[in-house]
């Protein structure tokens, strides 16, 4: 099926900026509140938010076989179960609908009201109802650094490494999206040359750079997914801060990995990017250091080029970019990972949710977490206001944004905004 919404040459009747993240080549999907405190799945263009349930109301996707209730739901798992070519057939139609040359939905004043809204108008969501998440560890530039940093800098991968893409189960109930603030967290840590653990906040909060897809249906319990097949059961992808409290995770992640580190909180974008709208932007990925088994062999381009950066605010100041990296970096890509998780017949449901690991770049300037960018807070990084961090300090809002760029055509994620408040302090919450 042509994937003519990503016609470079088409525009849009809606307004959108010359730097807008979502021109009409992007077509994203998320869920809002309404001004009408209606829940909704929508889409965007420009600054525009668009009401999917009412535009297919009114009989704008007509022709395409879809339920009468699909877009008026609190999630997008149904529609997103529907499979790959339900979501081209809508991404085409929305394309067409509004192309400037289109004017069925331009000129019905009547319509436009029930259907269009300004960004000020809505409340974005959590876009899926994430049954199952999933961490992976994919960058071997962050890999190495924090084996440098904590083992031998000789053998700072571990054995495995190089051979599968290492992941953990993480924690669905506390992903949020973009805007809701963070509490610092607690748990027990070993503080310098202790002998016994204390409990406590965690001193050394940190951001995480991902990104993250989504799935749909993919296989029943026993059946593995070919890495030919993978990207067919992959629908999009958002940013994504996965929170870390580094100090509980050094004392906790030894035998069985990070727990109470990492579950408090992970953050995502709240519009899902098809991967059919990043499809002119793949590129080659990083070469393998070694043989990879079979099942993990791939052809043609699985890496995409995404422009990512991270920036810190301190609580009434300017932002700072901290960061500037790209998802093209990571070793294993997420056909890999996919392929991967169910060779050993790990069913995969749609709304699940895989994260990238952190994406770190070759050069210092380009590492995903402050672990890194402070090298463990010995190197502390200097905010616009003048003051430094080694990791994040309450009441800091870290910034995440990520974009590609080709051939005078953006396609971008807007951003993932999260504060960081002190510890959760049940007095003052009531």
Not at 78 to 93: E, Q, Y
Not at 173 to 192: D, E, F, K, N
């Amino acid at each position: 099926m042509p994937l003519s919404a990503n016609n470079p040459d088409r525009k849009s009747w809606l307004h959108v900026d010359k730097n807008s993240d979502f021109p009409i080549q992007n077509i994203p999907f998320g869920v809002f509140l309404t001004r009408d405190d209606i829940i909704t799945i929508g889409t965007r263009i420009g600054d525009t938010a668009i009401d999917l349930g009412a535009l297919h109301q009114l009989g704008y996707f007509e022709g395409i076989p879809l339920t009468e209730d699909i877009f008026l739901q609190d999630t997008l798992n149904d529609f997103i179960a529907d499979g790959r070519k339900t979501w081209r057939l809508v991404r085409n139609r929305i394309a067409e609908i509004f192309d400037s040359e289109n004017s069925a939905l331009k000129n019905n004043k009547k319509h436009k009201e029930i259907v269009l809204f300004r960004l000020d108008e809505i409340e974005m969501q959590l876009p899926v109802h994430i049954g199952d998440y999933t961490d992976f560890y994919s960058s071997k530039e962050h890999a190495t650094n924090v084996g440098t940093m904590f083992r031998d800098p000789d053998n700072a991968l571990l054995p495995n490494w190089l051979h599968i893409p290492v992941g953990y189960h993480g924690r669905s109930s506390s992903i949020i999206p973009s805007g809701i603030p963070v509490h610092r967290p607690q748990g027990q840590t070993l503080p310098g040359e202790a002998e016994e653990p204390i409990f406590g906040p965690s001193k050394l909060v940190d951001f995480e750079l991902e990104m993250a897809f989504i799935t749909t249906d993919a296989n029943d319990l026993g059946e593995s997914i070919p890495i030919e097949e993978a990207e067919e059961y992959i629908f999009g992808l958002v940013l994504f801060n996965d929170w870390s409290a580094r100090d509980i995770q050094k004392w906790e992640y030894v035998p069985l990995g990070p727990f109470l580190a990492k579950n408090f909180a992970s953050s995502i974008s709240p519009w899902i990017v098809t991967l059919d709208a990043l499809e002119p932007y793949r590129v080659e990925g990083p070469k393998p250091v070694k043989p990879q088994l079979k099942y993990l062999q791939y052809k043609g381009k699985k890496s995409f080029d995404i422009n990512l950066e991270v920036s810190i605010q301190p609580q009434g100041a300017k932002e700072t970019i901290v960061s500037k990296s790209n998802f093209k970096y990571m070793y294993w890509n997420m056909a890999q990972q996919l392929a991967h998780h169910t060779v050993n017949g790990c069913p995969v449901n749609s709304g699940d949710m895989m994260g990238s690991g952190t994406i770190s770049g070759p050069t210092p300037d380009s590492y995903g977490s402050m672990l890194e960018l402070s090298w463990k807070g010995e190197k502390p990084l200097k905010m616009k206001d003048g003051s430094e961090r080694k990791f994040i300090n309450d009441h800091d809002t870290v910034i995440m944004r990520g974009f590609c760029e080709k051939e005078g055509t953006r396609i971008g994620f807007g951003e993932v905004s999260t504060k960081l408040l002190p510890v959760f302090n049940p007095k003052k919450s009531k």
